[in-house]
């Protein structure tokens, strides 16, 4: 009784304590991370969400362990909430409960953060158990606990779920928000008799009220608030006797076969590899209309949007590879992230590397036949190469602020570390890989890591095999050395064909020079692997041979045969690009167009992407890729042509700035596409169903009728017709099909039908093949009808998580760049004031306009709109920030666009021989011992503008450019 009336008296105390008070010099303090005075034990919780009106009341009961000495408050973290009571008892003799007196509660609202102050300072080890009792708001911008809803035979259903990572879980519940702090969490729901609740763990009883219900949930193993979760709606189970069940809502539910019998495989892969079983009871599946990311891993309860779970039978076939691919990266994270979970966000990539890395590799474990390496070397190693290849963040990367803990989540923490553990995985082999990740996750199960305790398990497995890494490295060095720095390297290789001794020299690549850091002595850690055509050995094998840990040079002494051809970094396995004499490019151009399969396809895959990017850059003139991509003609693996594809966009877009002359080169590039698009279509017809073939007839039908390839134009429009005709087509051809359905129809018909399919179709694969479609309309009344539709809002037909990709849709065409023009320049307020994200899609949106806009109208136009007065100063240093892509844009054009004109006239539609005669390269002259060696010297055809004086000048400590005569290149070595 006693207790009962404390508690009443403190909370009637804490309703005036709660109210507003804050210390203003703690406003200031800009302090984002928790003291570490106390940790929680456990949480106890109770939601009721009232999704009629988007509130939700709460209570929270956890238990916080003291930890330091002369500690008086505790603080927790806390966003956007309204605490109505609370209570501190001291728990520690749980027989004998003492209340603490509360002194006052001190809101930290900028650090996201309260404390609760104490009359006394508590000893250390104690327990305090903190009750809170607070309301909040149901959100509607896809963070903390949010509302979704769908349309089921006309009538609209709400749901409410959670997305708590990496900073969320506070607006849902007073809580140590940070993923260190791991505790047992006991999650009560409140629902409506015709709703279902569910939690991370299964539930364990149930109160029935006169209207409401009231879920237990039983207690989950010791975990971050981050995977904390829960939903309430009306969402219906598939039927199957597996411990994986999928929810969605009942229009769709047949559409859950395909992951349904897939998903247990792929967790079994996970059990088998790590030699730990799933840890948990249950795993629960949901398709969530409106979801901000891909997919989310909370502990047994994987959130997802409705595109990787939902699957008709008529489904794209990447959509089925890609659904596969995100449902394993889910997966892996209940290992690598929910079991071992990195200690801060400083280390999100032990978390999100190793799921990237297994979304693919564990897949293949799966899906035998899919060849994920390929994949993973043009989708995630390729683009984490283009995408550091401007001055970013490293692998591990201090963060503090909530907007560095939000940008760290990107492409560098997700695809470049997967690309570096795949790189470890070569240097210590297979088997070692997985002993160490075994030792890894064993020893710190349900506990928190950093990068030091993941070396540690290498460096004691490797030790405990006699195995020796190289170079004298540990795994902790090797590892630091990718880890701690940003950027990656770039190697340029030359051989003396006396000597036969080979120079490697290495500096950080930047795709832009003039961001290139005078005197700059980064260096990297890479065992040196090549292959020759003599040898043609493309397996990995560890070499002896490291680079130099004191200089930028390297060199060693290479095979004794006369060679025609090198090539370094088989497979791709370094993170690094390769640039070479031109001697040795030209042989390489040779073997290509002779028999390209003498050549391993991930090293065709890469020496197009090396080239282009190297190119683009200023360290090699852009005829080499462009010759090089001549061969793609006797290319039948669709790997290289990925890299092509990608290669080639760059340039697609920069380049009709060019005027009339743009078409020589667009009509080379659509050849290409059309060559690829025909051998493709020519194995579909003939009854092939190859994963790899069906899903790269998708993409490359795209990408060959865009450019209007008259081939494919002709196919995609029969296809259509056939469709409109009521006659059922391949999922995989109806991005190609529809696209030009739509753009050559004459009149409104066959867009208002495809916007009425849009918003009535229940595929999910369909529907992504309409919204791009939408785009591709040559009337701008049209265009203006489809994004204006973004001002419907969240309920509209265009939902919240599709505006990014409807915004993509509308750019592919310079009408469609005008048109996002005119909507963000009268929209820009409205949007802004009344969508939820409204302020992320106007940035997109210029963003979107910055890096594609080539017209000088165009271009005036969005600098003015930038400097407006008027501009909101949230958005104007994105903005700054957006322009800074026009003005290199405009300086790479100006460098090379002539040149590639050039070459596109006289040998864009030519196909000439390439003579098969041995090229010598110029000799290099070994330095006297103990001097460095000089910068090596590239020989490169002039066939574009020289690069500016302040390119040549950063890259001058590296390599000197002699450029010859375009004209005797092309006699000598290619006539």
């Not at 009106?53 to 956007?80: C, H, M, Q, W, Y």
């Not at 599946?285 to 779970?309: H, K, S, V």
């Not at 899609?841 to 008027?870: C, G, H, R, V, W």
């Not at 000089?934 to 450029?963: D, F, G, K």
């Amino acid at each position: 009784m006693m207790f009962k009336l404390v508690a009443v008296l403190s909370a009637a105390l804490l309703c005036v304590l709660v109210r507003g008070q804050a210390d203003p010099d703690d406003q200031k303090m800009d302090v984002f991370r928790l003291p570490e005075d106390t940790r929680p034990l456990s949480y106890d919780l109770w939601f009721a969400p009232n999704i009629s009106n988007s509130s939700f009341e709460g209570r929270a009961k956890i238990v916080v362990e003291i930890i330091k000495p002369d500690t008086d408050k505790v603080t927790l973290n806390f966003n956007g909430l309204s605490v109505t009571s609370v209570l501190v008892t001291d728990v520690t003799n749980p027989k004998l409960p003492r209340d603490m007196v509360v002194t006052g509660i001190n809101y930290l609202t900028k650090n996201e953060q309260f404390e609760i102050r104490l009359q006394r300072i508590v000893p250390i080890n104690k327990q305090l158990l903190l009750t809170m009792n607070y309301t909040g708001r149901i959100r509607d911008d896809m963070i903390g606990l949010y509302k979704s809803s769908y349309v089921e035979d006309g009538v609209t259903k709400w749901l409410a779920v959670t997305q708590f990572e990496a900073r969320s879980a506070r607006m849902a519940f007073p809580c140590y928000d940070e993923p260190m702090y791991k505790a047992k969490f006991n999650i009560s729901v409140v629902k409506q008799k015709n709703q279902t609740a569910l939690s991370n763990m299964p539930i364990v009883r149930t109160e029935e009220g006169p209207e409401n219900t009231t879920v237990n949930f039983s207690e989950t193993p010791l975990m971050s608030t981050y995977l904390a979760a829960i939903y309430v709606g009306q969402f219906v189970p598939n039927q199957n006797d597996s411990k994986i069940t999928i929810y969605t809502h009942e229009t769709v539910k047949d559409q859950t076969e395909y992951v349904a019998t897939e998903a247990p495989k792929h967790l079994k892969a996970l059990e088998e590899y790590t030699g730990i079983n799933y840890m948990l009871p249950k795993m629960d599946l949901l398709a969530i209309p409106d979801f901000r990311a891909g997919a989310m891993e909370n502990w047994g309860l994987n959130t997802y949007r409705e595109f990787y779970l939902l699957l008709s039978n008529d489904s794209k076939t990447r959509s089925k590879i890609r659904a596969s691919e995100v449902v394993q990266h889910e997966f892996t994270h209940q290992w690598f992230g929910n079991l071992v979970t990195c200690k801060w966000w400083d280390y999100t990539w032990l978390n999100e590397g190793f799921a990237r890395y297994f979304q693919y590799f564990a897949t293949g474990m799966v899906r035998t036949s899919w060849l994920m390496e390929e994949l993973f070397v043009v989708e995630t190693n390729q683009n984490s190469l283009g995408y550091d290849q401007t001055p970013r963040h490293p692998i591990t990367s201090s963060v503090n602020t909530p907007e560095e803990i939000d940008n760290v989540f990107d492409t560098i923490t997700y695809g470049k570390a997967a690309s570096v553990l795949r790189m470890l995985k070569y240097v210590v082999s297979e088997n070692l890989f997985q002993l160490s990740l075994q030792n890894y996750l064993s020893k710190f199960s349900y506990s928190a890591a950093d990068p030091g305790d993941l070396y540690s398990s290498f460096d004691n497995i490797l030790y405990d095999h006699d195995y020796d890494v190289g170079n004298g490295l540990t795994v902790s060095e090797f590892m630091s050395n990718w880890t701690l720095q940003s950027g990656y390297p770039v190697l340029n290789v030359t051989r003396n064909a006396t000597t036969k001794l080979f120079f490697v020299t290495q500096a950080r690549f930047y795709v832009n020079q003039s961001e290139a850091i005078a005197n700059e002595t980064a260096a990297w850690h890479i065992c040196l692997t090549y292959t020759t055509d003599v040898s043609k050995n493309f397996t990995y094998n560890s070499s002896s041979v490291w680079t130099n840990k004191e200089s930028a040079l390297t060199v060693f002494e290479g095979p004794a045969e006369n060679i025609s051809w090198y090539i370094f970094n088989p497979q791709s396995i370094g993170f690094y690009r390769v640039n070479y004499e031109v001697d040795n490019w030209m042989a390489l151009i040779q073997q290509l167009n002779r028999t390209p399969t003498d050549i391993h396809v991930l090293n065709r895959a890469q020496l197009i992407d090396d080239a282009f990017n190297l190119a683009r850059s200023g360290q090699l003139d852009y005829s080499v890729p462009l010759h090089l991509s001549k061969y793609l003609k006797n290319e039948n693996n669709t790997t290289p042509w990925y890299s092509a594809m990608n290669g080639f966009s760059y340039l697609l877009e920069r380049m009709p700035r060019s005027g009339d002359e743009y078409e020589d080169f667009k009509s080379h590039v659509s050849s290409l596409a059309g060559t690829i698009y025909k051998k493709l279509e020519d194995l579909v017809s003939n009854g092939n169903t190859e994963f790899r073939v069906l899903s790269a007839w998708e993409t490359f039908s795209t990408w060959a009728c865009r450019l209007e390839n008259k081939y494919c134009t002709t196919k995609a429009q029969e296809y259509f017709n056939k469709w409109q005709a009521g006659e059922k087509i391949p999922a995989d051809i109806k991005d190609a099909a529809f696209c030009i359905g739509v753009k050559n129809s004459k009149g409104p018909t066959v867009f208002d039908n495809m916007l009425a399919l849009y918003n009535s179709t229940n595929s999910i694969s369909e529907k992504s093949s309409v919204e791009s479609a939408l785009g591709c309309s040559t009337n701008k009344t049209q265009l203006s009808q489809y994004i204006n539709h973004i001002l419907d809002g969240p309920n509209g037909l265009i939902k919240t998580k599709d505006m990014r990709s409807v915004v993509s849709a509308i750019s592919v065409t310079p009408l469609g760049l005008d048109v996002l023009y005119e909507f963000m320049s009268v929209n820009i307020n409205t949007t802004m004031d009344q969508l939820p994200n409204g302020e992320d899609i106007i940035t997109f949106i210029y963003s979107t306009l910055a890096s594609k806009m080539t017209d000088d109208d165009q271009i005036e136009k969005i600098k003015n709109f930038k400097n407006n007065s008027t501009l909101r100063a949230s958005v104007r240093p994105t903005f700054e920030n957006s322009y800074k892509v026009v003005e290199y844009n405009l300086e790479w054009f100006n460098s090379y666009s002539d040149g590639i004109n050039q070459w596109a006239s006289q040998y864009g539609e030519k196909e000439p021989e390439i003579e098969t005669t041995t090229l010598t390269p110029p000799p290099v002259t070994a330095a006297p011992t103990g001097r460095t060696v000089s910068p090596v010297t590239s020989r490169l055809p002039t066939t574009t503008s020289a690069p500016s004086s302040a390119t040549l000048n950063a890259y001058s400590s590296l390599v000197i450019l002699q450029l010859t005569v375009f004209a005797v290149f092309i006699k000598t070595y290619l006539l």
